[in-house]
């Protein structure tokens, strides 16, 4: 690479409390941040669940008046959002505990970024610097709490939101939705069912997987996704056995805040993909990744053969590009991963509308290959079977 291709904006994360049983430091980090009276948001899967109860129990016995808001699509919606910041506004809450999976830290960190604006939500998209549009006084503090090992949006300064009208799935940026403290407890994931274990698991590896392959350069992430996807390959099949391994499931944990560390380098085709179809059909976000990732991978082998050879070593992995595809299609089939898209009944019929919306998905630019809707259409139909 020519210097003159040296320019890239690098960010790291936030404050991050990592450790089993550390999930009891929640009062404590909420009141540092100047919350009184927190809405805990979570997806409506766990708002039954006992960790929840005991999150919103820790808040309360600390002295906060602590509320929850659970009305969370496992992909969320522009609908959950405004009924997300009525309930925030209605309460007079001055913070927000984003908890749970990506569904539920996403629509927490869009809830306090919301809170404040006047603007409609999609003034903010990640388009060029159309963050600057909102107001920062108007964003409440975030403390987040990941209870799966996947999105990492716990470190991310976006959120994602599927648009009911458009059903498409939009990306909004602010630095300041950044969580400012990340409390990382392995046991709050114990309890995933095994599909989730898996699909989760999966999207932490894609995020590391096409940040280290995508057309951009930024070296440190690079770094962070070749150690993270290291961590997958050796922990991922532990944690999905053993639900109990209080060390798998804290190593998956530190894969998937990698992977969200390492995406600022960009996506690409997989994630292009999958985000149509999820909202289209609501799909689970890491599994339609894990289907389409071996057509995505070959359809770019071209750009990224001699990389994956590198990485492939670095993984212990023989064969190159080609032992890396057997490895990949080797964890999916141990994870229970379906072979196709057939699986997750989306039909051929919208075959062209999920390869027009590809190429205007905003993680479309990052693939190793310029993504044509010739290119875009092949991995589909790969993806398909």
């Not at 990506?102 to 939500?121: C, E």
């Not at 716990?154 to 599927?162: F, H, N, P, S, Y």
């Not at 709050?188 to 999966?202: F, H, N, Q, R």
């Not at 380098?265 to 289209?280: F, N, W």
Request: charged share 20%.
């Amino acid at each position: 690479m020519q210097g003159r291709h040296m320019n890239a904006n690098w960010n790291y994360p936030t404050s991050i409390k990592f450790g089993s049983g550390r999930v009891k430091e929640l009062p404590e980090h909420a009141r540092a941040l100047g919350m009184k009276r927190p809405l805990l948001v979570t997806d409506k899967a766990l708002a039954g669940l006992p960790i929840t109860s005991n999150a919103l129990a820790l808040l309360r016995g600390g002295g906060l008046d602590a509320e929850i808001f659970a009305e969370v699509r496992s992909n969320p919606s522009d609908e959950n959002l405004v009924a997300g910041v009525a309930a925030y506004r209605a309460g007079k809450h001055d913070g927000v505990i984003a908890f749970g999976g990506g569904s539920g830290l996403d629509l927490g960190k869009l809830v306090a970024f919301m809170s404040g604006q006047s603007r409609p939500v999609w003034d903010f998209e990640d388009v060029g610097d159309w963050w600057t549009r909102a107001d920062p006084a108007g964003i409440a503090p975030i403390v987040a709490v990941p209870t799966t090992a996947g999105t990492g949006s716990e470190v991310g300064r976006a959120g994602v939101i599927t648009d009911t009208k458009a059903h498409v799935k939009k990306v909004i940026f602010h630095p300041k939705m950044m969580p400012a403290i990340v409390i990382c407890d392995p046991e709050l994931s114990v309890g995933m069912p095994p599909t989730i274990t898996a699909g989760t698991g999966l999207d932490a590896f894609a995020h590391c997987l096409e940040a280290y392959c995508a057309a951009s350069y930024h070296p440190l992430a690079e770094g962070v996704a070749v150690e993270g996807m290291r961590l997958v390959k050796e922990y991922l099949p532990r944690a999905y056995k053993t639900p109990g391994d209080i060390e798998a499931r804290g190593h998956m944990l530190s894969a998937a805040a990698m992977g969200a560390t390492a995406f600022q380098k960009g996506l690409g085709a997989i994630h292009a993909l999958s985000h149509p179809i999820g909202a289209l059909y609501d799909t689970h976000h890491g599994m339609t990744n894990a289907v389409v990732m071996p057509a995505v991978l070959e359809a770019n082998r071209a750009a990224i053969e001699t990389k994956i050879a590198r990485l492939a070593a670095y993984l212990g992995i023989s064969g190159g590009f080609d032992g890396f595809m057997g490895f990949v299609r080797e964890l999916r089939a141990e994870l229970k991963v379906p072979d196709t898209l057939a699986a997750f009944n989306v039909p051929r019929d919208d075959f062209e509308r999920i390869v027009a919306m590809s190429l205007e998905d905003p993680t479309a630019g990052g693939n190793p290959l310029p993504l044509t809707r010739e290119l875009a259409a092949r991995m589909l139909d790969a993806a398909f079977g």
